[in-house]
């Protein structure tokens, strides 16, 4: 399958770096240095994952984000020089799937774009649908229906919330979470995954503050609390 990525980022040198590196992939790269022109680029082809740098001229990686966000669930992988915890945790809170930090290797930023394509593609599931109460997911039409009303999750969302379903009862790690997930090695620095559990239960949970889906095991991971069938 031939994969569309659109590339945005200010940096003509990173730009033109990374089309030439992930082209010679074998994908198909669309590359921009301007805020605008790659929401237009985004609504004229049909894309497969989005790598968006934050800063960037009319508007920035943050704005984009939540435009795309509106009527897409696309993988987004975030690029960006800046460090501060508070904008890495403002991007997964929009909804982005991963974030590299400049300066990066290039080799490991395709690395992380496969990972999540790979699970883009994995559409032959064992069974159709995990059902939980009134929680449905369904892993060949890529749902999820909360009291019969459709919920918009994520790619790395629904990922999460698939394989604990999968394992009710039983406590996965944050290291094995964000390896089978997201697909590399677990930082304990690393708040991705608390970050898009924090996301998911504000999607699937009546009361954020006493969840009854998606339970913390403290100090080691999370489990899904409800029989599955």
């Known amino acids: 399958m031939d994969f569309k990525v659109l590339v945005v980022d200010d940096d003509i040198n ?45 508007k920035d990686g943050f704005e984009i984000t939540k435009e795309i966000r509106q009527n897409s669930n696309i993988p987004i992988i975030m690029l960006t020089a800046r460090v501060e915890e508070f904008d890495k945790i403002l991007g997964f809170e929009l909804g982005i799937d991963d974030y590299v930090t400049k300066p990066f290797s290039p080799k490991e930023l395709v690395v992380r774009i496969k990972a999540i394509l790979r699970r883009t593609q994995e559409l032959t599931p064992q069974n ?41 009862g039983q406590v996965l790690t944050r290291e094995i979470l964000t390896e089978k997930i997201l697909g590399y090695t677990y930082d304990t620095s690393d708040r991705t995954m608390d970050v898009h559990i924090k996301n998911l239960r504000q999607k699937i949970e009546e009361d954020n503050s006493n969840p009854k889906f998606i339970l913390t095991v403290y100090g080691i991971g999370y489990k899904f609390g409800q029989t599955v069938i």
């Open 14 to 58: 990173v730009l033109s770096l990374l089309k030439e590196y992930i082209e010679n992939t074998g994908f198909k790269v669309f590359a921009d240095n301007n805020g605008n022109s790659a929401i237009e680029i985004f609504k004229m082809e049909k894309l497969d994952i989005v790598i968006l740098d934050v800063m960037l001229p009319n």
């Open 128 to 168: 159709n649908t995990l059902t939980s109460e009134d929680l449905i997911l369904n892993d060949l039409s890529h749902t999820v229906t909360l009291q019969k009303k459709e919920i918009s999750l994520t790619l790395t969302e629904f990922d999460i919330l698939e394989i604990l379903m999968k394992n009710p």
